[in-house]
Nanobody, 126 residues
Framework: QVQLVESGGGLVQAGGSLRLSCAAS????????MGWFRQAPGKEREFVAA????????NYADSVKGRFTISRDNAKNTMYLQMNSLTPEDTAVYYC???????????????????WGQGTQVTVSS
């Protein structure tokens, strides 16, 4: 198992930016493909972005493409989500997730990930 801790959430005005971090511990970070998901009140958890074990492959939800950037630093055991041009529709709890996989594949389904952080709140005001 790998333990995940998100940070960097907060309150920001529409059009602003935030950078989320996901710090991993417990197992070798570069054995894991990673993802960001979010869940707004009353809605199901949805895919935001994913990155493979070495950062070569990334994948984004259409709703965030061109605004969000996922990255990772395996030397620091940390994954990031740079969020720009935020809108109120981006308001949600953001979760990072890990899946044991070393390939170019990225996964968009929450059920395929077996390690989750506790989440960090992102609130975008209009």
């Amino acid at each position: 198992q790998v333990q995940l801790v998100e940070s960097g959430g907060g309150l920001v005005q529409a059009g602003g930016s935030l950078r989320l971090s996901c710090a991993a511990s417990g197992r070798t970070f570069n054995n894991y493909a990673m993802g960001w998901f979010r869940q707004a009140p009353g809605k199901e958890r949805e895919f935001v972005a994913a990155i493979n074990w070495n950062g070569v492959s990334t994948n984004y939800a259409d709703s965030v493409k061109g605004r969000f950037t996922i990255s990772r630093d395996n030397a620091k055991n940390t994954m990031y989500l740079q969020m720009n041009s935020l809108t109120p529709e981006d308001t949600a709890v953001y979760y990072c997730a890990a899946r044991w996989e070393r390939s170019t594949h990225t996964d968009v389904y929450p059920s395929l990930y077996d390690n989750w952080g506790q989440g960090t709140q992102v609130t975008v005001s209009s």
